[in-house]
């Protein structure tokens, strides 16, 4: 089984919905992370959490939330989607204890019509 | 401020051939330095990383990088290109507790 899973990973929505991307792990990592992927662009960073209680924005938050409902699950919200939030999403997870090294869910193919 | 640079978003290697894959950072604090490689509808796989120590690392399937504090670099190498080796690779820096910067991709193609 996969160590981080993202669920769904394939979605089709219109603009103005609500849509929710989830990631679990189970490497006991305290860590994670929301990147979007855009050609050309690298990955940016969205959100990170190094705990249940501690969530801080990345580059580019605007438009995005985050909730860590536990340890092992991260899940991230489009409270209204518009069409240039399509693009590739990630979820990664890193141990505080082991020089940041990230670990990548298979990602999320998210489009906005 | 950090920063990574990819030198060529694209580069063709014949099968057999030296692959080199170019990074640039720059960081005001000693980095830890990172390539991850991503196969088509796939997530991001660690290759290698340096932290401290010897500056020449090796990764998996062949890969090897060489930090170089005096030129700001950590390109990556594989002797001799496979088929399989075909992907797009990620350069990234960390310094500091969480900040994690990634380059913009260098898409590696491998000719037959």
């Known amino acids: 089984d996969a160590d981080v899973t993202q669920t769904p990973r394939n979605r089709i929505t219109k603009t103005g919905k609500r849509i929710m991307l989830e990631c679990s792990q189970t490497?006991?990592?305290?860590?994670m992370y929301w990147y979007r992927q855009d050609p050309g662009l690298g990955l940016q960073l969205i959100y990170y959490s190094f705990d249940v209680k501690d969530i801080n924005k990345g580059e580019i938050s605007d438009g995005y939330s985050v909730s860590r409902q536990a340890q092992a699950k991260f899940s991230l919200s489009l409270e209204s989607a518009i069409p240039n939030q399509t693009a590739l999403y990630f979820c990664?997870?890193?141990?505080?204890?082991?020089?940041?090294?990230?670990?990548f869910g298979p990602g999320t193919r998210l489009t906005v019509t | 401020a950090q920063s990574v640079t990819q030198l060529g978003s694209h580069v063709s290697v014949s099968e057999g051939a030296l692959v080199l894959l170019r990074c640039n950072y720059s960081?005001?604090?000693?980095?830890?330095l990172f390539w991850y490689v991503q196969y088509p509808n796939q997530g991001l796989q660690l290759l290698l990383k340096y932290t401290t120590g010897a500056t020449l690392v090796k990764g998996i399937n062949g890969f090897e990088a060489e930090f170089k504090k005096s030129e700001t670099s950590f390109h990556l190498t594989k002797p001799s290109a496979h088929m399989s080796d075909a992907a797009e690779y990620f350069c990234?820096?960390?310094?500091?507790?969480?900040?994690?910067?990634f380059g913009t991709g260098t898409r590696l193609k491998v000719l037959a």
């Open positions: 990664a997870t890193s141990d505080s204890r082991q020089a940041d090294e990230q670990y």
């Open positions: 490497k006991g990592h305290d860590r």
């Open positions: 960081s005001s604090v000693p980095p830890y």
């Open positions: 990234a820096v960390v310094s500091g507790t969480y900040k994690y910067i």
